[in-house]
């Protein structure tokens, strides 16, 4: 009895289609064109960037921190250029009710402190929060960066929240140079650069995405979870960070049946 070579398996519905090495090389070939030009785009963008002008504004505005309220000047801890995060900041919600996207962003910000302070950049996290409710929210993610409590302090120390924000000292003259908005947070978020390259994107509904593709959800919508990782955000959901923060242990997070240590 002879055999037969079994038929290629058809490529599942959704499923990028399935070549040989050399067509795959010189269809990446032809979107690495693509990419290099957008590399370049955004070194021009990063160029016209650091030639935007700046705004003076009085850096001796007082910020709250674990030491009570200090001028805005301490925050560059003696360094020319200082990188903040803006935190959304919801008054009196538990640690798991603060913002995902937020949390997110922090977290991802948690290590970058290292490599900034080794560049002469020096950075921070700001929120409006009561300094009371951030302090114990910043210990119970563990977090090791610097954060400060810009209550009722006008822009562009405190204002909207949700932004990155950088500015430049001069001695004892202070200067805004940059802000985001919107997506611009996105390139402190590593984890959106790799999903990015992944076949199945973010998993985000207004993404164009090949017909088939698994169905994309609300932005954010995976950045909270319950216990088991499953994307909600029903009543014992937490932003995704809060599962492993360091200390974190599986009593501890038994979320699922509403029960938050």
């Given amino acids: 009895m002879t055999t037969t070579p079994e038929e290629p398996t058809p490529t599942p519905p959704g499923r990028p289609p399935v070549v040989d090495l050399a067509t795959w090389q010189t269809a990446r070939e032809e979107l690495l064109v693509r990419e290099k030009a957008h590399t370049r785009e955004g070194d021009a963008l990063a160029a016209a960037r650091r030639r935007l002008p700046m705004v003076e504004f009085d850096g001796t505005v007082e910020v709250v921190g674990p030491d009570g309220p200090v001028p805005f000047l301490d925050l560059f801890q003696g360094r020319d250029e200082l990188a903040v995060y803006k935190h959304m ?21 948690k290590d970058a402190a290292v490599y900034l302070n080794a560049r002469g950049v020096s950075s921070a996290v700001l929120t409006t929060g009561r300094w009371d409710e951030v302090a114990s929210y910043v210990e119970f993610m563990g977090y090791t960066q610097p954060w400060y409590s810009v209550r009722d302090v006008e822009a562009p120390v ?3 929240m949700g932004y990155l924000v950088c500015f430049l000292r001069d001695a004892d003259r202070v200067f805004l140079t940059y802000s985001t908005t919107g997506r611009g947070n996105e390139p402190v978020n590593g984890s959106l650069g790799l999903l990015d390259m992944t076949p199945y994107g973010r998993g985000e509904a207004w993404e164009d995405n090949p017909r088939g593709r698994p169905e994309g959800r609300g932005a954010c919508w995976y950045w909270r979870s319950d216990a088991d990782g499953n994307a909600t955000w029903g009543p014992t959901s937490r932003p995704v960070p809060q599962w492993t923060r360091p200390g974190a242990t599986p009593v501890e997070t038994l979320g699922r049946h509403g029960h938050h240590h």
Avoid at 91 to 103: I, K, L, R, S, W
Wanted: glycine letters at 20%; hydrophobic letters at 20%.
């Fill in 89 to 109: 900041w919801y008054d009196g919600a538990p640690h798991q009710g603060q913002c995902e996207g937020c949390t997110t962003t922090a977290w991802h910000l």
């Fill in 158 to 160: 405190g204002g909207p």
